[in-house]
């Protein structure tokens, strides 16, 4: 089977098993997996009974598509995502992506864990991702899938102005701490030496990860509007860079999840 068929074969699949009108697709990412505690869920699959999705492998990823209402809509879930470190192709990646907007979703919001490489971002915070440096590969390479996108997308305006207003009128009536810039991917899974954060600094990253930017390269082809929040779990002083725990990350993550939850429930309900 090519690569659309079997895109189609699990977004049949999920439709079969009741997620019927999706809406709004969210991918939850590091240590963000709550979100799913404001969800009326009204269905659950695991990764592995879904035709040719890919299983999360990381420890701290639950591996569930999640189906239910948010804010008044419908909406469909990643808990967990898929990362190029952990093995995955690029296809493998945004598979999950595609699968979503063939089962009707018309925004996608991705969330993420990042470094703070700009040193007035404080870890804690999040920050809107306003453009991205994209340091990994992507899905686009090799054979084009017209029915998805054409050969060559445009990516001017990879993250949606409108999602991004929304976004800061919400971060505003929450009082949420809600910084803007640029995100930029590596491919992972070490973090990066003092050298490395230098180098992405004067490149003009202000976060930096290893995900996401995979995700929205194929939401753009398919045309599908984009909202990214980076909740920001280190500081990268390059200057004075300090050696960094992942269960610290992940605990940063954990307690700045209260504020991305309101964030984006507050986003789903104004869409």
């Known amino acids: 089977m090519n690569e659309l068929s079997n895109i189609q074969e699990a977004a049949d699949y999920i439709r079969n098993q009741g997620f019927t009108e999706g809406e709004i697709g969210i991918i939850l990412g590091t240590g963000l997996g709550n979100l799913v505690t404001r969800i009326e869920i009204e269905k659950e699959v695991s990764y592995s009974n879904i035709p040719h999705f890919p299983e999360s492998t990381v420890e701290f990823h639950s591996g569930k598509l999640i189906y239910g209402k948010l804010g008044g809509k ?25 699968v979503m907007k063939l ?14 490489i700009n040193t007035s971002f404080k870890k804690g915070e999040l920050m809107l991702i306003t453009d991205h440096i994209n340091l990994q590969s992507n899905a686009l390479i090799g054979k084009n899938i017209p029915e998805l996108g054409t050969r060559f997308p445009d990516m001017s ?15 505003e009536s929450e009082k949420i701490t809600l910084r803007e810039g640029t995100y930029v991917s590596v491919q992972g899974p070490m973090l990066e030496t003092a050298a490395e954060y230098r180098y992405l600094d004067i490149i003009g990253a202000d ?18 509007p984009v909202l990214a929040v980076s909740v920001l779990t280190d500081e990268c002083d390059y200057t004075n860079l300090q050696p960094v725990d992942i269960q610290e990350i992940i605990a940063v993550a954990g307690k700045a999840e209260k504020k991305l939850t309101a964030l984006f429930q507050g986003v789903v309900s104004l869409l």
């Open 74 to 98: 419908q909406v469909i879930a990643m808990q967990g995502r898929f990362h190029f470190y952990e093995g995955y192709s690029m296809n493998q990646i945004v598979f999950p992506v595609r």
């Open 103 to 116: 089962l009707g979703i018309s925004n996608l919001l991705v969330s993420n864990a990042a470094g703070a």
């Open 157 to 171: 305006e990879p993250y949606s102005s409108r999602l991004k207003s929304i976004a800061l009128t919400v971060s």
């Open 207 to 224: 976060a930096v990860g290893m995900s996401t930017t995979p995700e929205v390269i194929a939401a753009n082809h398919m045309g599908l």
